[in-house]
Each structure stands twice: as C-alpha cells, then as structure tokens.
C-alpha cells in the first residue's frame, strides 16, 4: 500500500509531501509515517478516496487495475488538451 500512496503523491504532486499532505488533510508528519510503512488503516483509504475521486479503490486496496479510473482517465485527458 505505501508504495501505491507513493504513486498517488507523485501523481498529484510531482512527489512533493507536504503540499499532498496539506490537499488531503493530513500532517506531513503523518504523510511520511504512512509512506515509511506505518499502520495503513480505513481512515487513510477514505480519505484519499475522498480527496481524489479519480484514484480506482480497487488499485488503492488491492494494487489491481491501473491507478485512475478509467472513465476518469478521458475527462482528465479531454480537461489537459482543452488547455
């Protein structure tokens, strides 16, 4: 699971911590605890579910599947080349 958490903080904020922990809601602190291997509970999962609706559950929790959903894949997709 930490080296998926490691994927998604890279994902969303080009592997900087603290600014990912800030989006989630988390301590930095918190953040590294989790990354290093700390106990990786429901209330992690929940919340970066929460804070990132694109993140496929089963990928998260299960390391099946790719790491964004697909439908989610193509509206992110669109979004970049409408810019």
Known sequence: MKDRLRE????KTHG?????????GWSPQ???RLIHGGEFGLKPVL????ALPEINARWLLLGEGTMLM???VGDLR????NH
């Open 8 to 11: 998604i903080v890279n994902y």
């Open 30 to 32: 918190y953040l590294t």
């Open 47 to 50: 919340a970066l579910l929460k």
């Open 78 to 81: 669109r979004g970049a080349f």
């Open 16 to 24: 900087k911590q603290k600014p990912f922990a800030e989006f989630v």
């Open 70 to 72: 697909d439908d989610r």
